[in-house]
């Protein structure tokens, strides 16, 4: 039996912010792409613009929503085509930058649940656009356990080695 990598679901976060330019950047590191199966959720404009912020070029299968993952470990793109990165300002609040966030998030949540990818991974939110969005969105935490329905303690832990980081604070913007 072949051995094969874990396949991680990959949320484009905000699209005003540094999500595409921090997913671009992931996508054309080897290390990154050699640990895992990235399967990455957004708009492939979206992506295009990151990969030219950041100055790198992407290698990346392309698929509609609700096609199947082609075979293999390559990272895949599913391009829900649901933003042109050109109708939003970069830098600003908006509810179509949220709405762009918590589709990609669903997505990667249902396809975890449902047995595709081992995890879920996700560039930086804008919080107060995904608000706008969905508007009881208190943060990832509260919104994966609702979502997967999920009733047990939830709490946030980021790994490295040697290095344990726990979450007891959110960013809640004073003004915004």
Known sequence: MGHHKPVVAH??????????????????????????????????????????TAKVALDIATIGEGDALPAGDAPVLIDLKHLDPEAIPVGALSKPSGDFSMRNFRMALGLCRDGVADAVTFSPFNK?????????????????????????????????????????????????
């Open 11 to 52: 949320a484009i976060g905000c699209p005003a912010g540094i999500a595409p330019e921090l997913t671009a950047r992931m996508l054309a590191d080897p290390e990154v792409t050699a640990a895992a199966r990235l399967v990455v959720i957004g708009d492939a404009r979206v992506l295009a613009r990151g990969a030219r």
């Open 128 to 176: 107060a656009s995904m608000r706008l969005s969905h508007p009881a969105y208190e943060d990832e935490v509260v919104f994966m356990t609702e979502f997967l329905d999920f009733q047990g303690v939830a709490q946030e832990f980021n790994i490295l080695p040697q290095l344990w980081n726990a979450r007891v604070t959110s960013h809640v913007p004073i003004s915004g």
